[in-house]
């Protein structure tokens, strides 16, 4: 049996669904059976950050209401082997679900699967419950910001009421300029505000703005300091023990000069 884990936030905005597909991608590079859930219904995005949106005949709703068998709904990803994804239903809402129903569907998923990874919806609300039914793991990704930190320490402690005490924190974007002033959180706040395992930091880089759009996951990317980040949570999910990359001020005179002579720390 697999494990089944929600990746979640409390806040919007803070680049979980991202998260979710470089996971996925990230365990299938390493021969994992992966199956992605997009249980945001009504506003699914992960089928668009995978690059597989047209590629969607039914979708979990189908599949829980009896219309679709799970096997007609998961939609293999050519490219890389091992990765399926079922994709949330546009047109339906949050509530056409309930928990009983989610967790069947997951209890079935993780007797196929290596790994179930949820995308969860923003918020608390219905949507959110329906996403931690049936999870044993959970991956809180946050921002440096103080508003998503307040809002992942919100959403650790519905974790821990609903007993899934198996999680770890993602810290995204981070920009080490901004550290470097005071103007942001650094890693070491958000460790002593929520006190949480660190599973990984990814800097802010606009590679992953430019993967977004083309479909392209930036896991398999080995050209940017957040493709690297994302392989080390994977590698870190896997049981390796992987320090974290250093973080600094990448506009420093040293960094440029480095960067100028080809010999940029990637």
Do not use: H, W
């Not at 103080?146 to 810290?171: F, H, K, N, P």
Request: with cysteine; hydrophobic share 45%.
């Amino acid at each position: 049996m697999g494990d089944v884990i929600v990746v979640t936030s409390g806040k919007g905005g803070v680049g979980k669904t991202t998260t979710v597909a470089n996971i996925g991608v990230g365990l299938a590079l390493q021969g994992k059976t992966v199956a992605l859930v997009d249980a945001d219904i009504g506003l699914r995005n992960l089928d668009v950050v995978l690059g597989l949106e047209n590629r969607i005949v039914y979708d979990l709703v189908n599949v829980v209401e009896g219309e679709a068998r799970l096997k007609q709904a998961l939609i293999k990803d050519k490219r890389y082997s091992g990765l399926f994804l079922l994709p949330a239903a546009q047109t339906r809402s949050k509530t056409d679900v309930n928990i009983e129903q989610m967790r069947a569907l997951f209890g079935e998923l993780k007797s196929k699967f290596d790994y179930v990874i949820i995308d969860c919806p923003a918020g608390i609300e219905q949507g959110f419950q329906n996403a931690i039914a049936g999870a044993n793991k959970a991956v809180v990704v946050t921002t440096p910001e103080v508003t998503a930190a307040r809002d992942a320490d919100r959403i650790i402690g519905l974790l821990e009421a609903e007993e899934i005490t198996d999680y770890s924190l993602v810290i995204n974007r981070i920009r080490p300029d901004m550290v470097e002033r005071q103007d942001m959180l650094d890693i070491d706040d958000l460790i002593e505000l929520l006190s949480i395992e660190l599973l990984g930091v990814v800097p802010d880089d606009e590679q992953v703005i430019v993967s977004t759009n083309k479909g392209e996951i930036l896991v398999a990317n080995n050209n940017s300091r957040a493709s690297q980040a994302y392989k080390n949570i994977v590698n870190r999910m896997l049981g390796e023990k992987v320090p974290l990359m250093t973080f600094e001020n990448d506009n420093g005179f040293f960094k440029k000069l480095k960067k100028f002579i080809g010999i940029a720390n990637y």
